[in-house]
């Protein structure tokens, strides 16, 4: 079993639009990341969320940790072809633990 | 520093044949992971170092695969003999693990195709 679950698996918009991934658990956790994995690369570090009910925002994505702690949430405003990849939530532990993952094609 | 060095970025081998993949991690970090990725299964973590000793090996799929740190500025992940379900995209990363929110750098990636 997986301790992390995202969803959607897959999602395609369009240029402009906004969207919203989710990665949930049953466990509670000290903090999250959120990474982007571009095609052919490997996956970067976008955020760190710590505080339960934590909102963080970079550019156009922003990034909330629940108020439990046992999940976490990335909203895009008005995305763009640049946005396209996989978007990964990740705890820390004695190592990563990777959620599994959601990829987002944004189409011109 | 230039992050993490993988190589080669690309290798097509035959059923059979020894595959060595090679890392070069970030200068100070102590920290060491192998990971596989596959569209079917994501990210999956084989091994990981830490201090260039194997803390958790359940990853690795059965013996074919092994892997080395002899030091701290590099690993190798090998599989002998490699077959077709072994092709996928294999990630080095390595980390100061055990700082407060610390994270993985990755590599670039070795694409493996198995024929």
Redesign the interface.
């Known amino acids: 079993t997986q301790l992390l679950e995202q969803s959607p698996q897959f999602l395609s918009i369009q240029e402009g639009e906004n969207l919203t991934v989710y990665c949930n658990s049953s466990s509670v956790f000290s903090s999250l990341q959120w990474y982007r994995q571009e095609p052919g690369e490997g996956p970067v570090l976008l955020v760190t969320v710590v505080t339960g009910g934590e909102v963080k925002k970079l550019k156009r994505l922003t990034f909330q940790f629940g108020d439990a702690r046992k999940d976490s949430s990335l909203h895009i405003t008005a995305a763009q072809p640049g946005d396209t990849g996989l978007y990964l939530c990740v705890f820390t532990g004695n190592q990563f633990y990777f959620g599994t993952g959601t990829s987002l094609t944004v189409i011109p | 520093d230039a992050g993490?060095i993988q190589s080669p970025r690309h290798e097509v081998t035959e059923m059979g044949q020894e595959v060595t993949l090679r890392c070069k991690p970030i200068s100070g970090h102590n920290?060491l992971?192998w990971y596989r990725q596959t569209m079917m299964r994501?990210?999956e973590?084989l091994i990981?170092f830490n201090n260039n000793v194997p803390?958790?090996d359940s990853g690795m799929p059965e013996d074919r695969f092994s892997a080395k740190m002899p030091n701290a500025s590099f690993s190798t992940l090998k599989i002998q003999p490699s077959e077709p379900r072994d092709s996928a995209v294999y990630?080095c990363?390595s980390?100061p693990?055990g700082r407060l929110?610390?994270?993985?750098f990755?590599?670039?990636?070795t694409r493996l195709t198995v024929v």
Do not use: R
Request: proline share 0%.
């Open positions: 993490v920290s992971f994501g990210l973590l990981y803390i958790d990630f990363a980390s693990l929110n610390t994270e993985a990755f590599g670039q990636g």
